[in-house]
């Protein structure tokens, strides 16, 4: 069976992953949608589930300008070396997940 791009993954596949992470780590869907709100302007209540991931982040209502200063690596590349706009935006939420998952404050997550 192939393997289905993340760009074409239903957001009702990849958010419940996301999610799964956070809480395993003793974090909240609230947080969660915290970071995804802080990051792309989406409310998650009122987010199109059937859309896929990649088109959500292209329609992203607000992509937070600080989201540049988000910098570390994922699966070992550098987030700020990724030269995909798009597969940037996807690694940049993965990374802020990760902080979320290993307990960084909320303030802190958020660039603030």
Known sequence: MPRQSIFDMPVSKVYPLLLQKAERKGRTKEELDTVIHWLTGYDM???????????????????????????????????ESIEDPLMQKIRWLDKLVDEL???????????G
């Open 101 to 111: 998952a290993k307990g960084k404050p909320l303030e802190k997550i958020l660039r």
């Open 45 to 79: 209540d009122q987010v199109d589930q059937s859309a896929p991931y990649g088109q959500f982040f292209e329609n992203a209502p607000a992509m937070n300008p600080k989201a540049t200063l988000i910098k570390g690596k994922i699966c070992g590349i550098a987030v």
